[in-house]
Structures are given as C-alpha cells and as structure tokens.
C-alpha cells in the first residue's frame, strides 16, 4: 500500500540508498543482514565484569503476565497499521543460561555492528495483531568504528522481553536493523547523530492512505557548538555519549524533528518550519531553553491537542529542565514554557530530563517517568504527576524509582525511562550504563500495588539470561 505525502518538501531517509516508496519515489533494495540475538560481549573478552561480587538468583515467574493487552497509545489506536508478519525462519533467537544480569533485556550488538559501541533511547510500543502480540522497540546505535555517529533501529519481540535484532539496513517490511539514518543535507538539522523519542500512530488529513500511519518523532543534532557555560562539577554533553573520553564537555545543537512510515521501517522525513527542516528552534539568547532542544516526546490528548515535552539545560540556573509545547496538527508547535525544573535536593538535585509522559488508562492523570541528574551528575529515574498533563506537576512522594545497581550492567546510572501500562502492572524500560561505560536496555516491573503505580515499587526483570 502506497501513501502520498502532500507536503511541499519530503525527504527521504538518506542511506546507503534510499529507504521507501512514497508518492512517487521509487523503493529500493539493500544488503542487510540479519545477526542472532546474543548477549555475550566480545569486547569483554566474553567475561561479565558488571557481575563481580554480585549474587543474582534466577528468574521464578511466569511469563503469566504477557498475555495482558493494552491499546496502542495515539490517536486512531484501533487503525489498520501494517503489522509485521511472523518472524523469518532464519532468525534464530540463541540465549545462554550460564548467568544472570539483572533487568538486562537488550545488550550491544556485536563488535562491528552498527550498534555495537552503544545502544539506548528505547521507545517501546506494545500492538495486537488478530492473533498474537506484538512489540515494537526503536532505539539508537552507534558502532565502534564510529562511537560519534548514531543511527535509529528497530528490533521486534512477541513478549516485550527476548527481542530480535538486524544486523544491518530493513530491506522489507518484516525486516529488523536499521531504519533511519542521518541526513546527508549539509543544511539539515540532524546530519551528526539522531535519536528516536517517541512514535505515535496517527491518522492526519496531511496524508492520502487508507490506513493510519506511524509518527516519528527524534532529535537530530548537526556540528553546530553551542556556549557551555556549565558551572556545574560534570560534564555536560549534547547527544551524552556514556564511553569515557567520547565527546566529553561538547555541546551540540539539537532540534526536533519528525518523520512518516507506513510500516515502523521505512520512514519519509517531514520538514518542519525551521529553515534546517525541524520541527521549531530553541528559544533566543537569555531563554531558559536556548541551548538546545532534547527528547522530544509526544502524546495525542485530544482531536486537534497534541502535547511535546522536551528538556534542556538552562544555564542561567544550572540544571536540567522540562518543558512543554502544543500543536493542532502535530507539525506547527506552539511553546509553553518550563514545567519541571530541579528537585529540593536528593537525586534529582541538578533537575529532570528524558521525560517520558503516559495517560493513566485507569484514572485519565498523566504520569512523568523522568531522569534526575544528582549533584555529581549521576542519573536515576523518578516520577512526577499532573491532574491535566499541563501544569502543577507533582513529584509523588517516594520520588526515586529506579536507582543504579550496586553491581552489575547498570551500576554507573540509569535514565530514559519508557513506561509501558499492562493490565495490572506496569513495565519500566531504560537505559542502563555501567563499568566503562557500556550500555545497554533494561526493564523493570511494579510490583503491589494492584496496577496502582503510586502504591507500587519497580524491581528489575529476572528472568533474561547474559551468556559469558
């Protein structure tokens, strides 16, 4: 099925060559390869330094709790999106069962793939077909060769816990790997490094199609500087990049961005207003978000309400802050302000950032999974609330909660956080640095609390084997 794009200026992802088939493009072919799903580290001589003195028991639960179902968040949920077909016979899925690292769901690629120095920025999204489940992950990789320049994959999973991955660029829509890249526009905004921040499926009379279509929303930075001016005791980096010594202290500027597909694979970007082709700019010198814009997350509240939230560092007070936009349209944004700035003290003592903002299908409040950055710089993840997803946003009362491990994969910090509402729990995905500053994702569960995330406490998944 074809879509037509009415925009006046589309561009297609720029690749090694070009991705879809919109209007009247023309799709092309790729190589790409498909790895199996290992968790073993050749980097680390296939040992687990995270483990040392760490005792982890094994996985007790079932997998009981897979078979809730929940609606796709967006607007037109119900739509009908292209889903993907069964897995092909040839991707076997291989895990050890010699240890544990617990909460880790999804590690590194291997040495030389495209994700093979870092992963992180999970955007998990949970759709039904008519039969089976299925889980979507879009995430951000970069390779060895070249730590600095990130590209956006997606891996897919029938429980939201074992993930299949791709080894190279999607070829079809059954594929996995990589589905977008950056531009190659000298001019664009995101020719250095992209980042996906949230999908939403949307139906919109800007596109011909007969079927709702995936929204993605990312950040995209390019190799313009941006003034530090940082009195704080860490480095601050714009896109942060967990390896030491791997853009330490630069800050580049970053911009939203926003593009199309009719399948989560292959994507059309959408130039926004800005004359880089995102979405808007940051604000004018002295504004509390000038230096850049990051993590731009959207949800659909109502017909012609779509709501952004974003962070930046604002200098003048020296911390991280959220804040938020609103658009009709999803395209044309219009600046709010500031809504969640830096905490009393505690985890979240320099502010928040990577905020992720879900709807309580049970009780309509919004909930704010949120990064805090402490004095030092460390990251944990802590949750906030608001009555209308607009203003008076609370942080609960146990605020903290996901801290690092005290040993293991995770150790060094944790951050954007992506909450996911089953039926009587709620998933917590995140990215997890540890020794050296290897990544990787994880996931935690509530646990009490009845599907109450306010009566709640979150403990990492156990269940997912590390091979050595």
Request: net charge neutral.
């Given at each position: 099925?074809?879509?037509?794009?009415?925009?006046?200026?589309?561009?297609?992802?720029?690749?090694?060559?070009?991705?879809?088939?919109?209007?009247?493009?023309?799709?092309?072919?790729?190589?790409?390869?498909?790895?199996?799903?290992?968790?073993?580290?050749?980097?680390?001589?296939?040992?687990?330094?995270?483990?040392?003195?760490?005792?982890?028991?094994?996985?007790?639960?079932?997998?009981?709790?897979?078979?809730?179902?929940?609606?796709?968040?967006?607007?037109?949920?119900?739509?009908?999106?292209?889903?993907?077909?069964?897995?092909?016979?040839?991707?076997?899925?291989?895990?050890?069962?010699?240890?544990?690292?617990?909460?880790?769901?999804?590690?590194?690629?291997?040495?030389?793939?495209?994700?093979?120095?870092?992963?992180?920025?999970?955007?998990?999204?949970?759709?039904?077909?008519?039969?089976?489940?299925?889980?979507?992950?879009?995430?951000?990789?970069?390779?060895?060769?070249?730590?600095?320049?990130?590209?956006?994959?997606?891996?897919?999973?029938?429980?939201?816990?074992?993930?299949?991955?791709?080894?190279?660029?999607?070829?079809?829509?059954?594929?996995t790997g990589v589905v977008m890249k950056c531009s190659k526009d000298w001019w664009a905004f995101d020719t250095e490094s992209i980042r996906?921040?949230?999908?939403?499926?949307?139906?919109?009379?800007?596109?011909?199609?007969?079927?709702?279509?995936?929204?993605?929303?990312?950040?995209?930075?390019?190799?313009?500087?941006?003034?530090?001016?940082?009195?704080?005791?860490?480095?601050?980096?714009?896109?942060?990049?967990?390896?030491?010594?791997?853009?330490?202290?630069?800050?580049?500027?970053?911009?939203?961005?926003?593009?199309?597909?009719?399948?989560?694979?292959?994507?059309?970007?959408?130039?926004?207003?800005?004359?880089?082709?995102?979405?808007?700019?940051?604000?004018?010198?002295?504004?509390?978000?000038?230096?850049?814009?990051?993590?731009?997350?959207?949800?659909?509240?109502?017909?012609?309400?779509?709501?952004?939230?974003?962070?930046?560092?604002?200098?003048?007070?020296?911390?991280?802050?959220?804040?938020?936009?609103?658009?009709?349209?999803?395209?044309?944004?219009?600046?709010?302000?500031?809504?969640?700035?830096?905490?009393?003290?505690?985890?979240?003592?320099?502010?928040?950032?990577?905020?992720?903002?879900?709807?309580?299908?049970?009780?309509?409040?919004?909930?704010?999974?949120?990064?805090?950055?402490?004095?030092?710089?460390?990251?944990?993840?802590?949750?906030?609330?608001?009555?209308?997803?607009?203003?008076?946003?609370?942080?609960?009362?146990?605020?903290?909660?996901?801290?690092?491990?005290?040993?293991?994969?995770?150790?060094?910090?944790?951050?954007?956080?992506?909450?996911?509402?089953?039926?009587?729990?709620?998933?917590?995905?995140?990215?997890?640095?540890?020794?050296?500053?290897?990544?990787?994702?994880?996931?935690?569960?509530?646990?009490?609390?009845?599907?109450?995330?306010?009566?709640?406490?979150?403990?990492?998944?156990?269940?997912?084997?590390?091979?050595?």
């Open positions: 099925m074809a879509i037509t794009l009415m925009f006046p200026a589309i561009h297609l992802i720029n690749s090694s060559s070009a991705l879809s088939s919109y209007g009247s493009f023309t799709k092309s072919k790729f190589k790409s390869k498909i790895i199996h799903l290992s968790l073993h580290n050749p980097r680390n001589g296939g040992s687990s330094e995270f483990l040392t003195h760490c005792s982890i028991r094994p996985n007790t639960e079932s997998d009981s709790s897979l078979e809730n179902r929940n609606a796709t968040p967006g607007h037109n949920s119900n739509s009908d999106v292209q889903e993907p077909d069964q897995p092909s016979s040839n991707r076997n899925v291989k895990f050890s069962e010699s240890s544990f690292s617990t909460g880790l769901v999804f590690d590194l690629g291997v040495k030389e793939s495209w994700d093979g120095s870092e992963i992180g920025s999970p955007v998990v999204k949970r759709y039904l077909g008519d039969e089976e489940e299925r889980w979507y992950m879009w995430y951000h990789g970069s390779p060895t060769r070249e730590p600095n320049s990130d590209s956006i994959g997606l891996a897919v999973s029938r429980n939201g816990i074992h993930w299949e991955r791709g080894g190279g660029p999607v070829r079809s829509s059954v594929d996906p921040c949230e999908v939403v499926i949307m139906s919109s009379e800007k596109v011909k199609a007969n079927n709702a279509v995936y929204w993605l929303y990312y950040i995209g930075y390019n190799s313009e500087m941006v003034d530090n001016n940082n009195p704080m005791g860490f480095d601050l980096q714009n896109p942060e990049r967990s390896r030491l010594g791997v853009s330490s202290n630069k800050v580049y500027k970053s911009l939203p961005g926003l593009a199309m597909s009719q399948d989560g694979r292959h994507w059309a970007r959408i130039e926004g207003e800005h004359h880089s082709g995102a979405l808007f700019d940051v604000g004018s010198n002295g504004e509390w978000d000038s230096m850049f814009i990051a993590s731009p997350q959207v949800i659909f509240h109502a017909s012609g309400d779509l709501r952004m939230y974003y962070h930046t560092f604002d200098a003048a007070n020296g911390s991280f802050a959220v804040g938020m936009a609103r658009s009709r349209d999803g395209i044309k944004w219009v600046k709010l302000g500031r809504i969640l700035g830096r905490g009393g003290g505690g985890f979240d003592e320099l502010g928040a950032m990577n905020a992720r903002v879900v709807r309580n299908r049970k009780s309509g409040e919004y909930l704010m999974a949120y990064e805090g950055v402490d004095g030092k710089g460390k990251r944990s993840i802590g949750l906030a609330m608001s009555a209308d997803g607009l203003k008076n946003w609370e942080r609960i009362e146990r605020r903290m909660i996901l801290k690092a491990s005290e040993c293991g994969w995770d150790s060094i910090g944790v951050g954007s956080p992506c909450l996911v509402q089953m039926e009587d729990e709620w998933r917590l995905y995140y990215r997890g640095i540890g020794m050296g500053g290897e990544t990787g994702i994880g996931m935690a569960v509530s646990d009490g609390g009845g599907g109450d995330i306010f009566k709640a406490t979150f403990t990492r998944w156990t269940g997912f084997h590390r091979q050595e």
